[in-house]
T-cell receptor
Framework: DTGVSQDPRHKITKRGQNVTFRCDPI?????LYWYRQTLGQGPEFLTY????????KSRLLSDRFSAERPKGSFSTLEIQRTEQGDSAMYLC?????????????FGPGTRLTVT | AQKVTQAQTEISVVEKEDVTLDCVYE???????LFWYKQPPSGELVFLIR??????QNEISGRYSWNFQKSTSSFNFTITASQVVDSAVYFC???????????????FGQGTILTVHP
């Protein structure tokens, strides 16, 4: 049973560029979550999906951020016009139907550095 | 709004010592869940334990145990006979129950860096 995978693991981009991250959840997991973690802090919730529906978005998710889960499987998180403050680890998690959101399994994260 | 506070920024112990990590939470939800996660140097968050708000029975699982006290809004985590491999950042987290305002999302504390020396 493979875990949550994220791609790329590291991304360095220049300010103003757009970036897109991908998350593949554990097979059969219907819920998928995105979190952001800055250095020395705990992860902060960004958004989550149940199947293909985006059910909640944090106010941290500015207009420059968009997340999709078009077929209820993998998800993408896009950041447009990146800023230095976007530098962080972006974590994806998924949870199985029987556990609701109370059993979230995290991927290895994508570390974004904006120069 | 929910809040999780881990007052201990760093803890350093010698192998085989017991260590307790403190966690205090705030929530307006009547039903909620509490968690502990471990983040080793590799960076991947690993789920350790979960407790719901209507079950204050404390348990032991191997070398891990936890003490949930609703009256003081605390959810402390103890590692018995610590090992070098326990060195990691430990996060306490909180999620609202179904119907609550924070259902579906985890609110994390700032983490406690645990270093276990040989």
């Amino acid at each position: 049973d493979t875990g949550v995978s994220q791609d790329p693991r590291h991304k360095i981009t220049k300010r103003g560029q757009n970036v897109t991250f991908r998350c593949d959840p554990i097979s059969e997991h219907n819920r998928l979550y995105w979190y952001r973690q800055t250095l020395g802090q705990g992860p902060e919730f960004l958004t989550y999906f149940q199947n293909e529906a985006q059910l909640e978005k944090s106010r941290l998710l500015s207009d420059r951020f968009s997340a999709e889960r078009p077929k209820g499987s993998f998800s993408t998180l896009e950041i447009q016009r990146t800023e230095q403050g976007d530098s962080a680890m972006y974590l994806c998690a998924s949870s199985p139907p029987e556990a609701g959101p109370y059993e979230q399994y995290f991927g290895p994260g994508t570390r974004l550095t904006v120069t | 709004a929910q809040k999780v506070t881990q007052a201990q920024t760093e803890i350093s112990v010698v192998e085989k010592e017991d260590v307790t990590l403190d966690c205090v939470y705030e929530t307006r939800d009547t039903t909620y869940y509490l968690f502990w996660y471990k983040q080793p140097p590799s960076g991947e968050l690993v789920f350790l334990i979960r407790r719901n708000s209507f079950d204050e029975q404390n348990e032991i699982s191997g070398r891990y145990s936890w003490n949930f006290q609703k009256s003081t809004s605390s959810f402390n985590f103890t590692i018995t006979a610590s090992q070098v491999v326990d060195s990691a950042v430990y996060f306490c987290a909180l999620s609202g129950g179904a119907g609550g305002t924070s259902y579906g999302k985890l609110t994390f504390g700032q983490g406690t860096i645990l270093t276990v020396h040989p």
